[in-house]
Structure formats: structure tokens, C-alpha cells
T-cell receptor
């Protein structure tokens, strides 16, 4: 089992550009959550996808959007990049199946640098 | 709104010392609390998960306790080693949302 995988590992973008990050969940998992971790901070919840729909969203602007595919993989899109979007983006997968809580397994992250 | 605080922000100890990391949270309505380890620039490795009905969990040299009513958890590391050097994050899963809320972490350095 490959666990949670994310691509790319590192990415450098310019202000105003758009970026897409990708996540493949652990085998058998149906839910993907995305977190943003700025340098020296704890991760902040962006949103969660279950059954191809956004189920919950944190306090992030609409520039942050996502998608979940039928194979449960997910994308995080960020439009009109700002310098403050520079961070480590973490994907976590889980097996939710309607449960109230479930353990999340984290991927290695994508380091995004906006210049 | 749930807030998680970790004290101290940074800790430097000599090898072999026993140490305690602290975590507090403002809303006691949680399903569980989880401790993670993060190496520089890397993802999160889960260390221990404590259900709200439990008081503690142990794994090897690690022991985590939970006092839900007072909103506190501690992570005890016995006989610390240089390989334990990392950032330790505490996170809670509240009953009002399907997400983890993290503290800002404690950066631990164990000196040989």
C-alpha cells in the first residue's frame, strides 16, 4: 500500500498565477481533506471532499477550490496566487462512510512558493 | 471556535532526559485528540490517538494523557534520543465539525 501520495513535491509560482495540487488517497479510503501549513504554524483546515462533493470548508477565500474524482483522488486549485499562499499543503485521507469521526492519514505535502 | 495551544513553543534537552509537552484546547466537546510528529519540510506522522473516553495511550517511550474536562493533554517522552528531534503537533477532532484543529507545535531538539 503506497499510502497517501501528493504531487508535485515542490512548486514555484508567480503572484497572480493559478496552481493545481494533486492527492491520491490511501487504498480503501473515501474522503480527502486539505490543510495549509504556513512556516512555523500548525496546519489549517481548507476543505474536505466526500462522495465527490465539498462537505466542509474552513475559513479560506473562494480562490481556493477543489475537486474529488470517482476514484477518490482529489485536486486543490488556487487562483490569483498571493505571496501569503506560500505554504506546505497537506492532504489527508480517511475512511468516513458516514461515521462521526475517523482517523486521518497525511501525505508528504506539496511545498508551494509564490514569488 | 476551538483553539489549541501548545507549550512550550521550543524545547532543547540533553539526550536521555525525560520530557513533557503540553497541549490545551478551549472546547471540551471533542471525539479524540491526536499527537503528530513532523520532521522539517515533511508531512505528519501520527504518534498517538486518544479517544475522548480514554485517559491515556502508550506507544514505546511515548505516553499521552487526556483530561477532557479541563481541556488538557500531555505527551511524555521517556529517555529522549537525538532521533526524537522534530516538531510535535497536537490536534483535536471536535464534535461540531469533521476536521482536525491543530496547535502550533513544540519544536524539540535533543542534543547528543
Amino acid at each position: 500500500d503506497a499510502g497517501v501520495t501528493q504531487s508535485p513535491t515542490h512548486l514555484i509560482k508567480t503572484r497572480g498565477q493559478q496552481v493545481t495540487l494533486r492527492c491520491s488517497p490511501k487504498s480503501g479510503h473515501d474522503t480527502v481533506s486539505w490543510y495549509q501549513q504556513a512556516l512555523g504554524q500548525g496546519p489549517q483546515f481548507i476543505f474536505q471532499y466526500y462522495e465527490e462533493e465539498e462537505r466542509q470548508r474552513g475559513n479560506f477565500p473562494d480562490r481556493f477550490s477543489g475537486h474529488q474524482f470517482p476514484n477518490y483522488s482529489s485536486e486543490l486549485n488556487v487562483n490569483a496566487l498571493l505571496l501569503g499562499d506560500s505554504a506546505l499543503y497537506l492532504c489527508a485521507s480517511s475512511l468516513a462512510r458516514g461515521r462521526l469521526y475517523y482517523e486521518q492519514y497525511f501525505g508528504p505535502g506539496t511545498r508551494l512558493t509564490v514569488t | 471556535k476551538q483553539e489549541v495551544t501548545q507549550i512550550p513553543a521550543a524545547l532543547s534537552v540533553p539526550e536521555g532526559e525525560n520530557l513533557v509537552l503540553n497541549c490545551s484546547f478551549t472546547d471540551s466537546a471533542i471525539y479524540n485528540l491526536q499527537w503528530f510528529r513532523q520532521d522539517p519540510g515533511k508531512g505528519l506522522t501520527s504518534l498517538l490517538l486518544i479517544q475522548s473516553s480514554q485517559r491515556e495511550q502508550t506507544s514505546g517511550r511515548l505516553n499521552a494523557s487526556l483530561d477532557k474536562s479541563s481541556g488538557r493533554s500531555t505527551l511524555y517522552i521517556a529517555a529522549s534520543q537525538p532521533g526524537d528531534s522534530a516538531t510535535y503537533l497536537c490536534a483535536v477532532w471536535g464534535t461540531s465539525g469533521s476536521r482536525l484543529t491543530f496547535g502550533e507545535g513544540t519544536q524539540l531538539t535533543v542534543n547528543p
